[in-house]
């Protein structure tokens, strides 16, 4: 998500789960059956109660990360446009922040290798 101001945006992780009070990009995993796209439109509405056209989305970078057993591969999208009001339905709390600033934020460590992609995209 990306404001008129050149802003992204992340979210906290919330108190008792995994990584708690990280911040994160929106999003989540994909389920059997679903396209990157159509788990990212589901997830966005699921947790901040937007809704996005799969037009809107583009796709900007990616990151592979071992996580124990499993290996992760994150999709960063790039979204310009939704409709609907942010909410933090899922999340402790949102912020706009600039992509510099990112840097200085604790962020799980597969979240990390995007932020210098997504300073030069943005």
Same mark, same amino acid.
């Given at each position: =998500?990306?404001? @008129? ?5 992340? +979210? +906290?992780?919330?108190? /008792?789960?995994? =990584? ?6 929106? /999003? ?9 796209? %159509? %788990? ?13 056209? +799969? ?5 900007? #970078? ?12 994150? @999709? ?8 609907? #009001? ?6 402790? /709390? @949102?912020?706009?922040?600039?992509? @510099?600033?990112?840097?200085? =934020?604790? =962020?799980?460590? %597969?979240?990390?290798?995007?932020? /210098? ?6």
């Amino acid at each position: =998500m990306i404001d @008129l101001e050149g802003r992204v945006l992340v +979210q +906290q992780r919330p108190p /008792g789960g995994s =990584m708690a009070g990280l911040w994160e990009f929106p /999003g989540g995993k994909i389920e059997a059956g679903e396209t990157p796209e %159509a %788990a990212l439109i589901r997830e966005l509405h699921e947790e901040l109660g937007i809704d996005v056209e +799969q037009a809107c989305l583009a796709p900007a #970078v990616f990151a592979s990360e071992p996580l124990g057993d499993r290996h992760l591969l994150l @999709l960063l999208y790039a979204c310009r446009k939704w409709g609907g #009001v942010l909410e933090a339905r899922h999340a402790s /709390g @949102l912020r706009w922040v600039r992509p @510099l600033e990112l840097h200085r =934020m604790e =962020m799980p460590p %597969a979240d990390k290798p995007l932020i /210098g992609l997504l300073e030069a995209l943005v």
